[in-house]
């Protein structure tokens, strides 16, 4: 069990309050399933939140510590019946990392052929007119809402 200055229990706390309970403990009390999914959970999350039901607060106390020494936890807060505990998630070998990519998908541009001409981006961009322009403002566009044009 590792012990936390406050500024980290400060900063571990503001990441928990955001966080729901995964672990729930019931009047049964703590038993080697329960410790075992705090386990889970400690491995998959680092951080976690314990609902404690039915217990006074001296032996929500007692249960903490229990679970702290249990896992190699860290204890972080204890407000009325949530308990809160901090293990960090040690680092994989290098050997289990997933594989970083290799062979990325090029860009559009990139998957051209050697030698082939870039693309242009069509008549109307290289004669200059705005894609701003209203499509009945064009010529030889039709118009696009369903009124008759004004004649003058």
Same mark, same amino acid.
């Given at each position: 069990?590792?012990?936390?200055?406050?500024?980290?229990?400060?900063?571990?706390?503001?990441?928990?309050?955001?966080?729901?309970?995964?672990?729930?403990?019931?009047?049964?009390?703590? =038993?080697?399933?329960?410790?075992?999914? @705090?386990?889970? +959970?400690?491995?998959? $999350?680092?951080?976690?939140?314990?609902?404690?039901?039915?217990?006074?607060?001296? $032996?929500?106390?007692?249960?903490?510590?229990?679970? +702290?020494?249990?896992?190699?936890?860290?204890?972080?807060?204890?407000?009325?019946? @949530?308990?809160?505990?901090?293990?960090?998630?040690?680092?994989?070998?290098?050997?289990?990392?997933?594989?970083?990519?290799?062979?990325?998908?090029?860009?559009?541009?990139?998957?051209?052929?050697?030698?082939?001409?870039?693309? =242009?981006?069509?008549?109307?961009?290289?004669?200059? $007119?705005?894609?701003?322009? $209203?499509?009945?403002?064009?010529?030889?566009?039709?118009?696009?809402?369903?009124?008759?044009?004004?004649?003058?």
């Amino acid at each position: 069990m590792k012990l936390l200055n406050s500024a980290d229990r400060r900063s571990l706390r503001a990441r928990a309050h955001a966080l729901k309970p995964v672990v729930i403990v019931s009047g049964a009390g703590l =038993s080697g399933s329960v410790v075992a999914e @705090i386990e889970r +959970c400690l491995q998959s $999350h680092e951080l976690i939140k314990i609902r404690v039901l039915e217990y006074d607060r001296r $032996h929500r106390e007692d249960l903490l510590a229990q679970i +702290c020494e249990g896992t190699g936890a860290s204890p972080v807060q204890h407000i009325g019946k @949530i308990l809160v505990v901090y293990r960090e998630k040690p680092e994989p070998p290098a050997a289990k990392r997933a594989p970083a990519l290799k062979h990325a998908r090029p860009k559009a541009a990139q998957r051209r052929k050697p030698g082939a001409a870039p693309r =242009s981006k069509g008549p109307r961009a290289e004669a200059g $007119h705005s894609s701003s322009l $209203h499509k009945a403002a064009r010529p030889g566009s039709r118009p696009t809402s369903r009124r008759r044009p004004v004649v003058p």
